[in-house]
């Protein structure tokens, strides 16, 4: 789903860019996304393309970047991050990749806004190798709400939590490897790809 104007601006501003480079980059890598060096990767809702340029710091062998609003590509096509391919599309439906053509799918905070969040948790298995390692970060819900309440960022109605998340991940065929999980503000996830 589009971001509203409020939550786009945010996402866009300075702030957020610092957060992304300087607590959530550092803390996705340690959790395994690291693995990415030489790797052909995927990021799913990549926005204004900030996660392409730190992910290419990690040397992968290839990168695509996939966002719904095409004023955030863009944004990312701006950046010319080297080799770094950005397409518009649906992370519920991503026809144009073919099956098994990643070995790590990443998602910095994007399932929330997406109705049909499921199913893009199920197009991340399609997309991955056998072995091949998600990397997620969502907000809890307590936490969307809250923002919603104060920032008025509107998000749409997607019921998503991460007690919700962790179940589609185990049905799925995931397995979670690692976690770092505040209740109700945000959860940080490394899951593999272990079943079709
Ligand atoms: C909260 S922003 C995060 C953007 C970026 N990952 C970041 O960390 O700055 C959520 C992003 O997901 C994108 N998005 C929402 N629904 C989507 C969908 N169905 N498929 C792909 N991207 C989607 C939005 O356009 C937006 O850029």
Redesign the pocket.
Known sequence: ???SDA?FKA?NGRI?GQL?RRV?FPLLRRLGLSESAGKDVI??????G??AELIASLRPRSYVG????PE?IELAKLRAVKDARFLV????HLPELSDQSADVVVI???LH??PLWQQ?VRECARLLRPQGCLIVEEPDAPALRGWDRVLRWAHPKTGFSLVGLEAQLASTGFRIEKRVRIPGVFGFYRARRVAS
Do not use: P, S, V, Y
């Not at 996939?66 to 609003?69: G, H, L, N, T």
């Open positions: 789903m589009r971001l939550e996402m957020r992304h959530e990021e799913l809702g990549c926005g204004n900030l996660g996939i966002d719904f609003m955030q599309g649906d992370a519920t910095f905070g994007i806004h997406i893009a």
